[in-house]
């Protein structure tokens, strides 16, 4: 039985800061954020925007192309974003996506791992149950703290993803590699809205858990490099994803693959990622549509490789062929305009945004720009929200 991505849709915030411009402000060399860290732009959520409002409009747009959400059994919701320590993010966007009562609906936590986990949980659950399907959602607001050197890293998005046995997309083959150890690389303590992070360790931890589940997953009997012919590195940034690229090569000493293929085989899959920013669960399957809808070519039938890291740390190799017809669900135009619609901040309303967004005021007239989905406040303990008008 196949089983794996049958629609995969994207959302992100409807803001956008030029890292130039912000280089400008912190006095760095805009060089070091363009090409050392391979960065252009970064989403930035409106004050009224966080990860349900990013997780319904990608949901309602993935639903576009599904006949019958009353065959969603199971809603996983993955996030390092979290709302509430108790009630799922999922629950909302079971409401707001008006799902059937008969379904699972629980959110998944492993920095940006989780929405692999997400993948590997309802791959298993399609083969019991064939006739249904599962949504997974994957949304993040990436957040270091304004003029740190994590900043030029930080981004938002979320994507949505529709799991079942007849999948338009992918098929996701069997085996793959783990690779779990406790580190501090990165973690948000309760009570925190900014993530500690070790950055240059994290770095580091990332490249040697590509070593480490890549032998793993050479040891489950995977295919080999060669025979892979793209692959989607977890990206926090595009540097990040290029070097994994380059630790790929030394550690499997393709002859068939070299640096020179980094434009060919790597480049249109960070395209999304240089614009959006980091998108942590997301970034992974981002890249995903990057590659998708950023070549010309009809892709069909080739075997597509997936590095997932989420710190901390836990990361899976694994791989998928790409269905015929694949290009028929996406979502080429929605996407582009997504991105290219963003308005443009100038630094200090960037930072009103950021601020704003760690201590929320119920403000049910302000008028940002938004997805269908608001996010109005917090009154009484309770989030609200309303379908825009
Ligand atoms: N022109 C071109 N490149 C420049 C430059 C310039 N003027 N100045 C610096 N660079 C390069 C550096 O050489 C470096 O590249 P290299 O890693 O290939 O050597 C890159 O830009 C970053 O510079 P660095 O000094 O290492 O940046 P930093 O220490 O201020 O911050 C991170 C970089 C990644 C550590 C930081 O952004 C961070 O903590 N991000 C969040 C954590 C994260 O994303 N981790 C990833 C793994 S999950």
Same mark, same amino acid.
């Given at each position: 039985?196949?089983?794996?991505?049958?629609?995969?849709?994207?959302?992100?915030?409807?803001?956008?800061?030029?890292?130039?411009?912000?280089?400008?402000?912190?006095?760095?060399?805009?060089?070091? @954020?363009?090409?050392?860290?391979?960065?252009?732009?970064?989403?930035?959520?409106?004050?009224?925007?966080?990860?349900?409002?990013?997780?319904?409009?990608?949901?309602?747009?993935?639903?576009?192309?599904?006949?019958?959400?009353?065959?969603?059994?199971?809603?996983?919701?993955?996030?390092?974003?979290?709302?509430?320590?108790?009630?799922?993010?999922?629950?909302?966007?079971?409401?707001?996506?008006?799902?059937?009562?008969?379904?699972?609906?629980?959110?998944?936590?492993?920095?940006? *791992?989780?929405?692999?986990?997400?993948?590997?949980?309802?791959?298993?659950?399609?083969?019991?149950?064939?006739?249904?399907?599962?949504?997974?959602?994957?949304?993040?607001?990436?957040?270091?703290?304004?003029?740190?050197?994590?900043?030029?890293?930080?981004?938002?998005? $979320?994507? $949505?993803?529709?799991?079942? !046995?007849?999948?338009?997309?992918?098929?996701?083959?069997?085996?793959?590699?783990?690779?779990?150890?406790?580190?501090?690389?990165?973690?948000?303590?309760?009570?925190?809205?900014?993530?500690?992070?070790?950055?240059? @360790?994290?770095?580091?931890?990332?490249?040697?858990?590509?070593?480490?589940?890549?032998?793993?997953?050479?040891?489950?009997?995977?295919?080999?490099?060669?025979?892979?012919?793209?692959?989607?590195?977890?990206?926090?940034?595009?540097?990040?994803?290029?070097?994994?690229?380059?630790?790929?090569?030394?550690?499997?000493?393709?002859?068939?693959?070299?640096?020179?293929?980094?434009?060919?085989?790597?480049?249109?899959?960070?395209?999304? !990622?240089?614009?959006?920013?980091?998108?942590?669960?997301?970034?992974?399957?981002?890249?995903?549509?990057?590659?998708?809808?950023?070549?010309?070519?009809?892709?069909?039938?080739?075997?597509?490789?997936?590095?997932?890291?989420?710190?901390?740390?836990?990361?899976?190799?694994?791989?998928?062929?790409?269905?015929?017809?694949?290009?028929?669900?996406?979502?080429?135009?929605?996407?582009?305009?997504?991105?290219?619609?963003?308005?443009?901040?100038?630094?200090?309303? @960037?930072?009103?945004? *950021?601020?704003?967004?760690?201590?929320?005021?119920?403000?049910?007239?302000?008028?940002?720009?938004?997805?269908?989905?608001?996010?109005?406040?917090?009154?009484?303990?309770?989030?609200?929200?309303?379908?825009?008008?």
């Amino acid at each position: 039985m196949n089983v794996g991505i049958d629609v995969l849709a994207l959302a992100t915030g409807h803001y956008v800061l030029d890292l130039r411009s912000l280089a400008a402000v912190r006095g760095a060399d805009p060089q070091k @954020y363009t090409l050392g860290l391979g960065q252009d732009f970064m989403s930035v959520p409106s004050p009224q925007e966080d990860v349900v409002t990013m997780g319904v409009e990608a949901g309602l747009r993935a639903l576009e192309r599904i006949s019958d959400p009353t065959t969603i059994r199971l809603v996983l919701f993955a996030t390092e974003s979290s709302i509430d320590q108790s009630k799922s993010a999922g629950i909302y966007i079971h409401h707001f996506l008006k799902l059937a009562p008969s379904c699972r609906v629980v959110e998944l936590k492993q920095a940006c *791992y989780s929405a692999t986990a997400a993948l590997q949980l309802a791959v298993a659950f399609v083969r019991q149950n064939p006739s249904d399907k599962v949504l997974i959602i994957a949304s993040d607001i990436a957040r270091y703290g304004l003029n740190t050197s994590g900043e030029p890293t930080q981004g938002c998005g $979320a994507v $949505a993803f529709v799991v079942s !046995s007849s999948p338009r997309l992918l098929s996701l083959e069997k085996t793959t590699g783990v690779y779990a150890r406790h580190i501090m690389d990165f973690w948000r303590p309760n009570g925190q809205d900014e993530a500690c992070v070790n950055g240059r @360790y994290s770095a580091v931890a990332y490249l040697d858990a590509l070593g480490k589940v890549w032998e793993e997953f050479q040891h489950n009997g995977g295919v080999s490099f060669d025979r892979i012919d793209f692959i989607c590195y977890h990206t926090p940034f595009t540097r990040m994803a290029e070097k994994a690229f380059v630790r790929h090569l030394e550690i499997t000493q393709s002859t068939k693959k070299t640096l020179a293929h980094l434009s060919t085989l790597l480049t249109p899959a960070l395209i999304y !990622s240089r614009c959006l920013g980091n998108c942590y669960t997301a970034s992974l399957y981002v890249s995903l549509l990057s590659l998708l809808e950023n070549t010309a070519g009809d892709l069909s039938g080739a075997r597509l490789g997936f590095f997932s890291y989420g710190s901390g740390c836990v990361a899976e190799f694994f791989t998928g062929i790409l269905s015929s017809g694949y290009r028929d669900v996406l979502f080429f135009e929605a996407h582009a305009q997504a991105i290219a619609q963003r308005l443009l901040l100038t630094v200090p309303d @960037y930072e009103a945004f *950021y601020t704003q967004l760690s201590s929320p005021v119920f403000a049910p007239d302000s008028c940002y720009q938004t997805g269908p989905l608001r996010f109005l406040g917090i009154k009484n303990y309770q989030r609200h929200y309303d379908f825009a008008r």
